[in-house]
């Protein structure tokens, strides 16, 4: 079987990508950096994740942007059997997972994990970052976190 996409990105780079917003600007200057920002208000000290103009919590619109290490576990998942894109049509099937961030007040990243198959991924499962060039783009992805993974009793 030819190599797909997956050998070089995850996803493929032929699909648009939204332009980042104003308030946007200081998680897309940590992309490029390949260091993970959140933003966090600086009035009541929250994290917040997408970025938004003002806190949700106090409505403060002073804010900074603290690296965070960027490991987590995965919150929740779906795998992606039918493209809604043409241009995603040959990494199928491909995992989307949201990952809840260590230490960011429950911080969520929508994501994918690039080096599970379909049936690896499970919530719950420990992550960590890594990034991936998309494009012109470097955007967080995660990897199976092997060094802390735990296994849950209940499965
Ligand atoms: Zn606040």
């Given at each position: 079987m030819i190599e797909g996409p997956k050998a070089m990105?995850?996803?493929p780079t032929g699909f648009a990508v939204p332009p980042y917003l104003p308030h946007e600007v200081g998680f897309a200057q940590g992309c490029r950096e390949?260091?993970?920002?959140?933003?966090?208000?600086?009035?009541c000290g929250r994290f917040r994740h997408p970025p938004s103009p003002r806190c949700p919590h106090c409505r403060s619109a002073v804010c900074d942007w603290p690296a965070v290490a960027g490991g987590g576990e995965v919150y929740s998942y779906t795998i992606v059997r039918h493209a809604a894109s043409e241009a995603l049509r040959a990494a199928l099937p491909y995992n989307v997972v949201v990952v809840l961030l260590d230490d960011t007040d429950g911080v969520r990243l929508v994501s994918n994990l690039i080096d599970a198959a379909p049936e690896?991924?499970?919530?719950?499962l420990r992550v960590r970052l890594d990034w991936e060039r998309r494009g012109d783009l470097d955007l967080p992805c995660f990897r199976i976190d092997s060094q802390t993974e735990v296994h849950?009793?209940?499965d």
């Open positions: 990105a995850y996803l390949q260091v993970l920002r959140i933003q966090r208000c600086r009035d690896m991924v499970r919530i719950g849950d009793e209940r």
